[in-house]
């Protein structure tokens, strides 16, 4: 049986318009520390490409590309069951408190979730909220 798995903090400020939510952190993002960190996940260099700086593989980085651009990130999950790294292999999750996550940052009005597990997951996990939900 696989051990739980706990999510990062989120990277927020107050002033975040956008909240990008995925389902829980690979094995390669627990080694690194932070998220979406194995070498052949696009998320970062579309990231960085969309908003127009230059690719870096630095965490501080990574979180000032964010925060300039008023975009929060986090997981759907707090934590989970899962062996290995894929999310199709997530079992018994636990919600993140998004909730409280929005009331911190009320101008959020969009959230985007990066996967379709991290949809369903919202979906299962999470009450209404009062924000517009996308899948990417």
Not at 60 to 71: G, V
Request: proline content about 8%; charged content about 20%; glycine content about 6%.
């Amino acid at each position: 049986m696989a051990e739980r798995t706990f999510s990062f903090e989120p990277v927020w400020a107050e002033d975040a318009l956008t909240l990008i939510l995925g389902t829980m952190p690979s094995v390669a993002s627990l080694q690194q520390g932070f998220y979406y960190a194995h070498p052949r996940n696009a998320f970062w260099p579309i990231m960085f490409d969309l908003l127009g700086w230059a690719y870096s593989e630095d965490i501080d980085a990574r979180k000032r590309l964010l925060l300039s651009h008023r975009i929060a990130l986090w997981d759907v999950a707090r934590s989970a069951v899962r062996p290995g790294s894929l999310d199709s292999a997530i079992r018994q999750a636990e919600p993140n408190d998004i909730p409280g996550l929005l009331a911190r940052c009320p101008g959020i009005r969009t959230v985007l979730l990066n996967g379709t597990t991290a949809h369903a997951l919202y979906k299962k996990l999470l009450p209404p909220l009062p924000v517009e939900c996308a899948l990417l």
